[in-house]
């Protein structure tokens, strides 16, 4: 490619230290400056992007709203924001399609549609900023996602710009792709994947095996395989009638019984608050629960959804020590209010103790879930860090924020030990360490324990196959030769320095979850 081409085609490189510290931070535990940051506005400025990192071998990190925890929106190469520039959004009702740009968020695409009664179900919390290449990267899901899967089962066709800087569209039942596995793989990977409801860890050989369509390995692939700049999503009818309840338990082993009793009713939410989150919002509920409940109910008509609330309050009566029923969507929003409740009152600790995302994604069999949570406590207590736990009960998927005093010193010492008991525990129930929010570099060292030699063997030649210059999102999924998931952290002493104000701006939207503010307004001096 002539430099004349370049000059005119890529968007310009922003090199200087305000810009690369605005960009330096996403919202798990990293700060790390890269080398430079493109916004591109069309897929022409991409496709001249990449050619030239190809070219030149430099690496790029493909991020949208920065909103992923894993550590996949940040690194040392060229970041490439995609939240800007790909806004394009329409709703085909006819075909329940929305066709949207890498930049739509998941409140866009459900705003357009619900006037139309349709909507796009999976309903990550962070649909106000998460944009539709977030979501598709990382496939990404959401308390909903207990009856309608994850975003892979929604997504009907995606445009990419590739790792040599061609664009490409690839439709469900497009076929395998350019990699072609040997005859025996899907033997290993039924036998080696996590038997889990959620699974946000690897390359998703397990869905690629049923469906041989390389869309399947495309979602969840963290920016490593491809950019995506379009994503056709394939929406539902909204049902018309919602009720629910919030069941409180006086101790936590309850949950063995009562969520496979829930899952047999078939709702579509079952959302955990354990005594760990419960206690920062203590005033909205009644004192000593070991834990809460919150289940959604959608049925076609108000009768049904009342009508199973009713079952599962006479079911569950002898284990709860609470129960607060709800039978229309305003009586629904009140009683989850509390789940609400618990984020800014973790958004309000002291600057001393801060909340961070290590081991916030494990998902394990659902069998197994009150072991898990119990595990965690106890490891937890054991290496002396505080910990918060909430999430996806009904499969079996539990957020977990470790709360550490980071000026205590040798903090960084536990939350590792944590980090590898969590892992172990996660490793003998049959789960993954992530359910939704991708490995990142956090977790991309913890990949061969989990799955074993051979498929992360797959794991290598899928990414041969795609970038074999290792020019898209190196050391994310697949690991860095010097992988330590607990360095370039964004808190304590040796975090890099930024200029003052951007680091109080990047936590103010860490605090706020604003992160669909554009990353390129940070880099702005004070007062302009
Ligand atoms: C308060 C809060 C609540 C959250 N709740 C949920 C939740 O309920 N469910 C859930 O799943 N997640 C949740 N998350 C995590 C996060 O919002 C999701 O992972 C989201 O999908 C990331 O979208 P993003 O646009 O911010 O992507 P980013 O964070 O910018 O990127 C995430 C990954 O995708 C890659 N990527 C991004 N865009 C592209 C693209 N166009 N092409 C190729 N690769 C790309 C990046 O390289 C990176 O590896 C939450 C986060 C926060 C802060």
Not at 259 to 280: K, M
Not at 392 to 399: I, K, L, Q, R, S
Request: hydrophobic content about 45%; charged content about 20%; proline content about 6%.
């Amino acid at each position: 490619m002539s430099s004349l081409h370049i000059v005119t085609a890529t968007p310009a490189l922003l090199a200087d230290d305000r810009s690369r510290a605005a960009y330096s931070e996403g919202a798990g535990i990293y700060r790390i400056l890269p080398r430079a940051v493109a916004v591109p506005g069309s897929v022409a400025e991409l496709t001249a992007l990449v050619r030239w990192a190809a070219d030149t071998r430099t690496p790029l990190v493909p991020r949208g709203a920065g909103s992923g925890m894993a550590g996949g929106n940040v690194g040392r190469g060229v970041i490439v924001d995609l939240s800007q520039g790909f806004h394009a959004l329409t709703v085909d009702p006819a075909r329940r399609l929305a066709r949207a740009g890498a930049s739509v968020t998941w409140t866009e695409i459900n705003a357009a549609a619900r006037g139309l009664g349709l909507r796009l179900p999976p309903d990550p919390s962070s649909g106000a900023f998460a944009t539709s290449g977030g979501m598709v990267s990382t496939n990404a899901a959401g308390p909903r996602s207990l009856r309608y899967g994850s975003v892979r089962q929604w997504i009907e066709s995606l445009e990419t710009v590739d790792a040599s800087g061609e664009p490409r569209t690839v439709h469900r039942g497009g076929g395998a792709g350019p990699w072609h596995p040997a005859p025996d793989t899907r033997h290993l990977v039924d036998g080696h994947f996590p038997r889990t409801r959620k699974n946000s860890s690897g390359y998703a050989l397990d869905a690629f095996a049923e469906s041989g369509d390389e869309l399947d390995l495309l979602i969840g692939s963290e920016g490593t395989l491809a950019f995506i700049t379009q994503i056709e999503w394939r929406l539902e009818p909204i049902l018309p009638d919602v009720a629910g309840v919030a069941l409180g338990f006086g101790e936590l082993e309850a949950l063995s019984d009562a969520v496979p009793y829930l899952l047999a009713l078939n709702p579509s939410a079952v959302e955990l608050l354990d005594r760990t989150i419960l206690s920062f919002v203590e005033e909205a509920l009644p004192a000593g629960l070991a834990c809460l409940l919150l289940v959604e109910f959608e049925r076609e008509t108000a009768m049904a959804a009342r009508g199973v609330v009713g079952d599962a309050v006479r079911g569950l009566k002898h284990l709860t020590a609470h129960v607060e029923t709800a039978v229309d969507r305003p009586g629904l929003e009140r009683l989850w209010k509390v789940r609400t409740l618990a984020s800014p009152a973790l958004a309000r600790l002291s600057e001393t103790r801060r909340s961070l995302q290590v081991i916030e994604d494990g998902c394990v069999p659902i069998e197994r879930l009150g072991e898990y949570v119990a595990g965690v406590r106890g490891a937890a207590d054991r290496c002396g860090v505080q910990v918060v736990l909430f999430g996806h009960a009904g499969d079996g998927h539990v957020h977990v924020n470790t709360l550490p005093d980071v000026t205590r010193p040798g903090w960084e010492d536990g939350v590792s030990a944590l980090f590898d008991a969590v892992t172990a525990l996660q490793v003998r129930l049959g789960g993954t360490p992530s359910g939704e929010h991708g490995d990142g570099r956090l977790r991309a060292g913890l990949l061969e324990r989990v799955f074993g030699a051979q498929v992360m063997a797959l794991f290598r030649q899928v990414k041969r196959a795609y970038d074999p210059g290792e020019v898209l999102n190196p050391g994310v999924i697949l690991p860095a030769a010097d992988w330590a998931p607990l360095v370039d952290l964004k808190v304590g002493a040796a975090a890099t320095p930024i200029a003052d104000d951007i680091a109080a701006r990047l936590r103010q939207l860490e605090r706020t979850a604003s992160w669909a503010t554009p990353k390129t307004s940070l880099a702005d001096s004070p007062g302009t």
